[in-house]
């Protein structure tokens, strides 16, 4: 049966861009790359316990990162991708050691306060990130020899991607790294006590959290051909942060589906809803009303009740 | 915890089934209508004017009972909240969903930045709102025309009109620090410096700014006039502010061409009588077709229309035109963009043509708010004709500039 629902998982996503149109093609790859943006702050929110308000930061510098070694350096991609991901490394390697002075609110002030530094000067640093206007004219990359410029191509590149990440995410959660992390959010004294480092754990965490949300950067960056201050905002990170929240966080699945929610109101809805931001509040009013942990384990109780009766 | 799988399948399962269901059923007529997409605001700080460009494109295609050159056509609106990305995707689904043949908007500069490539890669004949300079000068975008104007287009007459006409020496300029805002201001003081006078403070205030009060209070008070270029509601904040602090009266103010929009004139009292703005379009135009539009405008929204509700009815009767050129034969692109562009329309605005850069050419009209049947209207006082993005310049010189920003032109007259 779980073999089964997989398998029809499967071929539904591998059959999707032939049997749709070009508009609903993009419109899933989006929901790819908003996944693993989400997937990648679940690690903080929902394993680490760590509410962060400034995760747009490793998806925009990834993504700036990308465009201005492409564009002002005429660096290939095959090599201004490993570059940008390294620096969004670094650069959550610093972030980290600033913002896990703290946990709880002050974390999520804290990176709040870092990523609006960040959004501040590719507002202000006109010379070089062209400020308001955005950089313009990027390329995507040849992927095996396959022009990603082609929307099915692109599809199936992110697919790919979000495959590996989500996987990749899962082994850490499996692993007994994951379970010490899974520690540090519930007992972290008691962590401390039994020898753990439970500042090291949550570094750790951060860092491959801001390394995958450098991914989804690259996605997006590749996938948009432009990048804007906008993807550093606050509005940025609040909607990776509702997607968990709304899809259920400390799930795998959970930000997947908040993802999906988040780019089908966003993209979809919205044509057909001029107040399709009062819809989104509605939408979140009730996953909070009814299913306060979240879609996922919200539907997954409901199951549980009926499989019973 | 460990990776549930069930669930996971079952939740993405869901979400995919949901998009199926929208899937539109995409039927093949034989003479299909033609599909306009409007690239709009209508949610978030600029959606007053989106409204508008919908509203007055609405009201265009109605008096028409949405025939164009004798063929129907079918209007199709995307919001962006002003949000370049959002832009760019809600351009896709324009083009890949809806099929769109031609697009009017979007509205701001980010966003027209945002789609360049896009509208480029699809051929997509687009008549933009958005007033970013460089998309018709130094990177012209062919498929790309500009019914309005240009940041600086409205702005360089009005730096001539205060030294020839108001006899200004000494300036201050304020703007939103966009580069719209960036633009409007290197315009207004090139020609003002070039002409003789004097840029003595320059100010760049942020576009969401709650408080204009710290920007008042270093406003130098021994010069002869202030400059605004503000977009959206700012420039009525900054005024009732400037009232507020008791400036009124010491120091004059002139506007660019959304300073003091109609949008926003309908909330003002007595602190805006008397200031002088430009810009391509006023309410109080005196010519047939702009009486019938701001009376019927006027009847349905029950107030003036301004920049942005002209610029779509603008849009619309240059896009009409071309479509007449053609015989209604929009399929052919590359036709359809020469006869666009070779098109000389009488609009609401006055007479316009388009230079070869795909940007308007038209009259600028510098105006004066004034009191008139209970309500304030910007009395037009006098016209530049034929006014280009260029303004006096030949094409090829001002092309060799770096393009207006906050550095460029250097102002060399700032007191401290």
Redesign the interface.
Known sequence: M?KL??L??IV??LA?PFA?????V???S??FIAAIFAASLNLLVG?AGLPSLGHASFLGMAAYFSALLTLRLGFDHTLAAPLALAGTVVMAALFGLIALRATGLGFLMLTLALSQVLWGTAYRW?ALTE????L??LTRPHFLGINLDDSTAFYFFALLVMAFSLWMI?RL??SPF?AAL?GTREQARRMSALGHNVWLIRWITFIYAGFWGGVSGLLFVYY???I?P??LSLTSSAEAMLSVIA?GS?????P??GA??IV?L???V??YV????MLLGFVFVAIVVFMPDG??PG??RLWARWGQR | ????????????????G???L??PA?GNAQEQPIRIGLMTV??GPLASGGLDMERALVMYLRERNNMLAGRKVELFV??SGG????A???T??LV??DKINVMIGPLA??EA??T???IRQQQLPTLSVAA?EDMTQRNPNPWFVRGTSTSSQCAHPLADYCIKQLKYKRMAVIADD??YGHEMCAGFQRVFEEQGGKIVQKMFSPLTVPDYGTFLAQLKTNIDGVFLGFAGSNGFRYVRQFNEYGLRGKVAIVGGMTALDEAVLRNMKIEALGIITTCWYSAKLDNPLNKKFAAAFQAEAKYDPGFYAAATYVEAAVLENALKAVKGNITDKAAFMKALRASKTDTVRGPVSFDSYGNIVGNVYIRKVEREEGRLVNTVIQTYPNVSQFWTYKPEEFLKNPVY??DWPPAKNLES
């Open positions: 779980r629902a997989w029809l998982l539904a996503l999707w749709v149109g070009e508009f609903y993009n419109l899933v989006q929901i394993y006109v400020g308001d206007n955005g313009r004219g899962a959660v499996a994951g899974a948009h051909k432009y804007h906008a993807s899809g400390g799930t795998l699945a959970g997947v589906v999906a929610i089908l966003k993209n979809y919205s044509a001029e107040r399709w931001n879609l996922v539907i997954k | 915890m460990t990776f549930d799988r069930r669930r996971f399948i079952q939740a993405t399962a869901v979400t995919a949901a998009g199926a929208g899937m995409i209508k949610t995307a919001d949000v370049p990305a959002q760019r995707s809600k896709q689904e890949e969903r500069a980010g930045l945002a360049d490539d896009y970013a966009i580069p920003s906050r």
